[in-house]
């Protein structure tokens, strides 16, 4: 068996097609992304929700004996009680801001039948993620969330200057 903190499908798949294990397991990934074994057994590697390793609500609530949570997965503990449901009437969301929460609030927002823009003076996505990237085993986080969280559900990225500049291009509309 191998286990590893935070073990990357690639590697875990390397490890068991040279023989060198019998069977992985997943513990931060599997937190992050619940369905992680479903979606890279039908070869959607690019929908897993990554893990990243901030280590603040899975490990660090466990040493505290706190309940289990991640920062990149807001159900983790209350998948019997949170559901994402359609809005009776649906609206035009903004957000301002492409960082995790952010984009996180347009998932469920898009989801809930919204349609959402995300304004951000970056013309990329994740916000504190890239300084939060420097160390190089957590580079990989980048590229799977940015895209994830643009293409599902589909989102509009408005690249603005400040504040001002996206509430004044929401009031003129």
Not at 84 to 103: N, S, V
Request: glycine fraction near 10%.
């Amino acid at each position: 068996m191998g286990a590893c903190g935070n073990l990357p499908p690639e590697l875990a798949e390397k490890v068991l097609a040279d023989g060198d294990a019998d069977f992985v397991a997943f513990g931060r990934p599997l937190t992050a992304d619940p369905e992680i074994g479903r979606k890279l057994r039908e070869g959607r590697p690019a929908d897993v929700r990554p893990s990243t390793r901030c280590n603040q609500l899975c490990t660090g609530n466990a040493f505290f004996g706190k309940a289990l949570g991640c920062a990149v997965n807001p159900e983790v503990g209350f998948e019997g009680t949170r559901k994402i449901e359609r809005a009776d009437k649906p609206k035009q969301i903004a957000i301002i801001g492409a960082g995790p929460a952010g984009l996180e609030a347009a998932r469920v927002a898009a989801l809930r039948g919204h349609t959402v823009e995300v304004f951000d003076k970056n013309r990329y996505l994740g916000g504190v993620l890239w300084p939060a990237a420097t160390p190089v085993f957590k580079r990989a986080v980048l590229p799977a969330a940015s895209v994830r969280n643009l293409e599902n559900p589909p989102l509009a990225l408005v690249p603005v200057s400040t504040i001002g500049e996206a509430l004044q291009a929401l009031f003129e509309r």
